[in-house]
């Protein structure tokens, strides 16, 4: 009997899923670096343009190489479909802006990545859509916020930069209520440790600069959903405004789903011992980590993610501390990306946050002596040790 991938589990689908061979039959996938394709006959281009036969077209609508790196990913998140895009932000981008249209409200969790905040705030209200920001662990908030022009809701969960944590399942039923769609910003979780369409959401994102690659080369961003919400919101928006997915970049992170599971695995084993040892340590006032049950939401996150991630954040009391700390590590980075093999460390408040108005940084909990940091594959010794000496540092 022919094997069906989506029975596969995920390590399977994260290794042949979406493979498809050319006639030379290569065993890593093929790099089809090429924006255009010939067709046998007038009759034969007549009938790709008119979507009546398979194939492909431009690079910008799709891509041999894309559309592997789409098929796996989709099997993986259990999705109709995936569409890839140039960055996360190109797919916050187009995941908003295929929902909505001028006259309609957006309903987003307060603590977002800063450039989503900034589309919310600043560039949806320029074509007349407006946004509501709630605190996104309060369920009586999103139903309050829900007006009748309410399109959308956008989450993530956990969110940047203290690891908040939503109930995904039950935002989505305020969501579907009210006649809205859920987008959920699954970064931090990662495919790996959470579903959010098999919780309830419509649609999914990815920033796969993230653990997807998780090796520092490229960008690269991703939509998943229904087969039938994906091509009626988004089909038309991503042919003509142009966010396509570099072949190359598809290529890079193809191969980088290719051992995702894996490193995931392993980063997030190294975060709960530094997780532990920062929580033990004299100088922090407090730690978040969605694999520790001293969480705030750990009751859902029981629910809803089968792992505690690679991201934490701690709180070191003031400004001078959390830099004190910073430049006394010795093999963690200091740097505000995260997901990646080696491990950095970040303080949200004068780098990735700077931005956000100080009342709102307050509302959210981020004081300046809070320090993210991404936990790595070096060896859990090594780390915990130069996160000791720079703790005694702070
Ligand atoms: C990094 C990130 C993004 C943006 O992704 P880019 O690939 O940098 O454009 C969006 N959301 C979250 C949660 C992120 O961490």
New binding site residues.
């Given amino acids: 009997m022919a094997e069906d991938p989506r029975d596969w589990t995920d390590e399977t689908k994260l290794v042949r899923g979406g493979m498809a061979r050319s006639p030379h039959g290569e065993i890593s996938e093929a790099l089809f670096l090429t924006q255009s394709f010939a067709y046998e006959s007038a009759a034969s281009a007549d009938a790709r343009f008119a979507g009546d036969a398979p194939g492909y077209i431009y690079q910008r609508f799709s891509n041999p190489t894309t559309q592997m790196f789409e098929d796996r990913l989709a099997l993986l998140e259990g999705a109709g479909q995936c569409r890839a895009t140039a960055?996360?932000?190109?797919a916050?981008h187009v995941a908003l802006t295929g929902l909505l249209r001028a006259g309609d409200h957006l309903v987003a969790g307060r603590a977002l990545?800063g450039?989503?905040r900034w589309i919310a705030a600043e560039l949806l209200p320029r074509f007349g859509v407006e946004t509501t920001f709630v605190d996104a662990t309060d369920l009586d908030a999103w139903k309050n916020a829900v007006r009748p022009n309410t399109r959308a809701f956008l989450v993530?969960s956990p969110a940047?930069p203290l690891l908040e944590v939503t109930a995904v399942g039950a935002v989505a039923e305020i969501a579907h209520a009210a006649g809205a769609r859920l987008i959920v910003?699954n970064?931090?979780a990662t495919p790996i440790f959470q579903k959010p369409l098999a919780l309830g959401a419509d649609v999914v994102v990815y920033?796969?600069?993230?653990h997807i690659d998780g090796q520092g080369r490229v960008?690269?961003?991703a939509i998943l959903g229904g087969e039938a919400l994906m091509t009626e919101a988004y089909k038309d928006i991503l042919r003509h405004t142009g966010p396509a997915l570099s072949p190359f970049n598809s290529w890079v992170l193809l191969k980088g789903l290719e051992t995702l599971e894996l490193r995931v695995r392993r980063q997030t084993e190294n975060a709960a011992k530094i997780a532990d040892l920062v929580a033990a340590h004299a100088k922090t006032r407090e730690v978040r980590y969605p694999g520790r049950p001293d969480h705030p939401q750990a009751a859902i996150i029981a629910n809803q993610m089968s792992g505690g991630g690679n991201v934490l954040a701690f709180d070191l009391g003031s400004r001078e501390a959390a830099w004190r700390f910073l430049d006394a590590l010795r093999i963690v980075d200091i740097s505000n990306n995260?997901g990646d093999a080696k491990s950095m460390a970040t303080h949200p408040s004068t780098t990735t946050h700077r931005s956000m108005p100080e009342a709102e940084r307050i509302a959210i909990g981020l004081t300046e002596g809070w320090v993210r940091m991404s936990v790595g594959l070096e060896g859990a010794g090594d780390l915990s040790r130069d996160v000791s000496r720079a703790l005694d540092a702070a």
């Fill in positions: 960055s996360g932000m190109s916050v990545f450039s989503c993530e940047n910003d970064v931090f920033s796969a600069t993230k960008l690269g961003g995260l």
